[in-house]
């Protein structure tokens, strides 16, 4: 609730009237109850006087010589640093057009003079508090869009935090291709689609030849770091937005095929193959070749709603199992569409 003996924000007044007389009694009145008072003769300066510290109330006389209460108060309504500051009209003219058209500029209240100075108080006293009370609703209004922002910020920033936990857990940590959990959810996604458009859908698997020895001899960080290699290699050549690279297991890579038929699957693992081995990364424990070798399983299968996905994994992994009984460094693909 608004108090007179609050000074510092509320109960600063600015007084314009023309007769000194009228200054001297509403200043003396006024400062009296502890308010804060300014007060000028001219309409004009009573304007640059709000502009330059807004009063929060002004009590203004309507007859004044170089700018009529009318004029002022229109001036003040039209401007941005005051158009808030309540205005009291305070004036001898007691017609009720002087009244209206009072309010019709902006006024707040009217005060006939002569004027009590009961009434002056009690209205001064009223407006104020509306004045306050507006102020604070200003206030709270702008703190809750700021709050409104800032959790909407928040949100924001929580939802892309999320979004990129969600696509870490579907990448492989090591590579960066994506893990098995994602090649589960795609291949089940894909073999669903091709069924129903009855399109062909193949599978590579490709296993990095007798990298346990690798291992061994060169130590698991620089096993790390030729996993890397052959997975970018892999990725440059799997180019299609419907293909999908992923680490299958340990040294094994799957790549899922979109709309593929067998012999386009075996010209892209050939690429591949040839890729990888054109990387050069010594491999002094090979039974096949001084350097990294794959071997790669293909298998080609048109989709059906009634087999299961594992079918295809199945093929592809005795291809795979194929190609390394045989020597390794190869391709060996099966074709059930």
Known sequence: MYSFADKHNFGQILIVDDNPDNLRLLSKMLESKGFKIKKTVSGEIAIQAARIEPPDLILLDINMP?????????????????????????????????????????GVDYITKPFQELEVLAR??????????????????????????ERQRFEAALLAANQQLQ???????????????????????????????????????????????????????????????????IKLSVKRPADLLARYGGEEFAVILSNTNNQ?????????????????????????????????????????????????????????YTAKAQGRNRIVAENLA
């Open 167 to 233: 696509l870490f857990a579907l990448l492989d940590g090591l590579t960066g291709v994506a893990n098995r959990r994602k090649f589960d959810e795609y291949l089940n996604l894909e073999w669903q689609k091709l069924a129903r458009e009855k399109l062909p859908i193949s599978l590579l698997f490709c296993d990095v030849d007798f990298f346990k020895n690798y291992n061994d001899t060169y130590g698991h960080l620089t096993g790390d770091d030729c996993l890397k290699q052959i997975a970018q290699t």
């Open 66 to 106: 170089d700018m009529n209460g009318y004029e002022v108060c229109r001036q003040l309504k039209s401007q941005k640093q005051t158009q808030h500051i309540p205005i009291i009209f305070i004036s001898a003219l007691d017609q009720t057009a002087d009244k209206i058209m009072a309010f019709e500029m902006g």
């Open 264 to 320: 386009g699957a075996i010209y892209l693992a050939e690429n591949i193959r040839q890729k990888v081995y054109d990387l050069k990364i010594p491999h002094s424990q090979s039974r096949v070749d001084d350097f990294v070798t794959l071997s790669i399983g293909v298998a080609t299968i048109l989709p059906d709603v009634v087999i299961s996905p594992d079918t295809l994994i199945e093929v592809g992994d005795k291809a795979l």
């Open 124 to 149: 001064v006293k009223n407006q104020l508090i509306i004045y306050q009370q507006n102020r604070q609703l200003i206030q709270q209004n702008q703190q809750l869009q700021q709050e409104i922002k």
